[in-house]
């Protein structure tokens, strides 16, 4: 390749990376705009039940779903689902495709820097599982050190087992199902993940829950762009009122509990 | 699990109008780009050359995905293209690297006796191009240009990073609802198969129905 052909090819990177350098700083989303379409796209990965799925309907459906469209009739506003890979909901929130994101996400530090969350609107709990018959006893999250670990990638317990086994083989998946499929064919020896996703799986057989733990306090809230202080403050006070009105815990005890 | 696979397949199934759109799509949009970048590559001045060289090294280079990611959301703040046409314009953009070498090979593969009887007859430059090599370098592409087709039929899963409930995506939702990854991925693979299988036999008769009898290509 001649000179002539390499500068170029350094031009094309260049333009490039100066045209990304222009993202991330989009307007955020103000509550007025929302009100003013009259409705919230919200963005979620439903692929993660019984917090986010798509029902025999073909309807989205869950735990996180039925919560947000209680909230939209509250702020008298309709709900657009966007179904969404986990790990590119962030990135759709920072450049506008969508208002909001609710999908069992815990509000970490990391991801405070990069967009706001709301209140908690549920407290949740982690497990880890292992193969049934496996023979493998987990009684304390620290005695996954020396075993293979699976976990969905950019989750809490990712984060958890990263900083605090760092010597330990960890498999990232992008969907919790296929970190499953490598227990039970022994691929890995534990899968940490939410508990009630767990109790889930375990209820389809196959895998166990070796150890109720928390990983770091599991506190689910949904994201909006940083700096939409209107639309967090108008999503915490309809979530206040769903906790104190006892709508959430219904809806934990119709989605969440007796798997 | 079977009874509640067959129910969820109508759902499945609707997935392939996004898939199937977007393919075509994209096709067409790497192929008219792709065909301008082989002329430009085999016919053009030098500088036209070069970027027609420089485009197709850069483009087969980047993921689809990251293209995807580029157009659709980084570059939001300049077009803000919807769903549909930012996963049609990624690939299509990335087809055409792939296209323009199909069809740079399939130019270079006309008899170059073709042009000098052409000139010889009175034609332009352009002309020659644009009615005697043009015609039988389609046919020669056709081969080649099946196997991208093939190609773009499965990279158009990579829409569902977008938002858009394509024929993959919507397996992962079913096999996520009934905890049956094995039995509804293989279902959705035995769809894709008929997918690239249809379009290549379609491509194929159309490699049979255009071919000229007394030509052969140049060896």
């Known amino acids: ?259 | 699990m079977w009874r509640e696979m067959l129910q969820a397949l109508p759902y499945i199934l609707g997935g392939i109008g996004y898939t199937l759109g977007v393919t075509v799509v994209a096709l067409t949009v790497g192929l008219v780009i792709g065909v301008l970048l082989a002329l430009l590559r085999v016919y053009g001045r030098r500088a036209a050359q070069n970027f027609a060289a420089v485009y197709v090294v850069v483009l087969r280079g980047f993921p689809s995905l990251i293209v995807l990611f580029i157009i659709y959301y980084m570059l939001a703040a300049l077009i803000d293209l919807p769903p549909f046409l930012a996963g049609c314009v990624a690939l299509g953009v990335c087809s055409s690297a792939y296209q323009a070498e199909i069809f740079r090979g399939a130019l270079q593969s006309v008899s170059p006796g073709q042009m000098m009887a052409a000139r010889a007859l009175g034609m332009s430059h352009r002309q020659a191009i644009i009615t005697v090599i043009l015609p039988q370098a389609f046919r020669n592409a056709i081969a080649g240009w099946s196997n991208e087709a093939a190609i773009v039929v499965k990279d158009s899963s990579l829409v569902y990073v977008v938002g858009l409930p394509e024929l993959l995506r919507r397996a992962q939702q079913v096999a996520a609802r009934l905890y049956a990854p094995f039995l509804i991925f293989t279902v959705t693979a035995v769809i894709y198969f008929l997918l690239t299988f249809a379009t290549n036999r379609l491509l194929g008769w159309l490699e049979r129905k255009t071919r000229i009898p007394q030509m052969v290509a140049a060896r």
């Not at chain 1, 350098?21 to 009259?38: F, H, I, L, M, T």
């Not at chain 1, 019984?50 to 869950?62: H, I, L, R, T, V």
């Not at chain 1, 493998?136 to 605090?164: H, S």
Request: glycine content about 10%; some cysteine.
């Open chain 1, 1 to 259: 390749m001649n000179r002539w052909k390499i500068g170029s090819l350094f031009l094309v990177l260049a333009l490039l990376l100066t045209a990304m350098a222009g993202c991330k700083s989009e307007p955020a989303n103000d509550w007025e705009r929302v009100q003013e379409a009259g409705k919230l796209v919200i963005g979620t990965s439903a692929d993660y039940p019984p917090f986010e799925f798509m029902n025999e309907n073909d309807e989205f459906d869950g735990f996180d779903v039925k919560l947000m469209e209680e909230i939209g009739r509250q702020l008298d506003l309709e709900i657009v689902w966007q179904d969404i890979g986990f790990d590119g909901l962030i990135g759709a929130l920072q450049t506008g495709k969508i208002d909001a994101v609710i999908a069992a996400m815990s509000a970490t530090p990391e991801r405070d820097e990069e967009v706001d969350f709301t209140q908690p609107y549920y407290i949740g709990k982690d497990a880890v599982l292992v193969a049934t018959g496996s023979g493998i006893v987990v009684n304390d999250k620290e005695d996954m050190a020396g075993k293979i670990i699976g976990v969905q990638t950019g989750t809490i317990q990712d984060d958890w087992a990263t900083e605090n086994l760092p010597g330990d083989e960890i498999h990232r998946y992008e969907r919790a199902e296929q970190a499953i499929l490598d227990l039970k064919s022994g691929r890995v020896d534990v899968v940490a993940l939410d508990y009630f996703v767990a109790s889930a799986f375990a209820g389809q057989g196959g895998v166990e829950i070796a150890l109720e733990t928390l990983f770091s306090s599991e506190h689910m809230s949904i994201a909006v762009p940083e700096g939409s202080a209107e639309l967090l403050a108008e999503f915490d006070r309809v979530i206040k009122d769903l906790q104190d009105s006892g709508f959430i815990e219904g809806l934990g005890e119709q989605y969440l509990a007796g798997e």
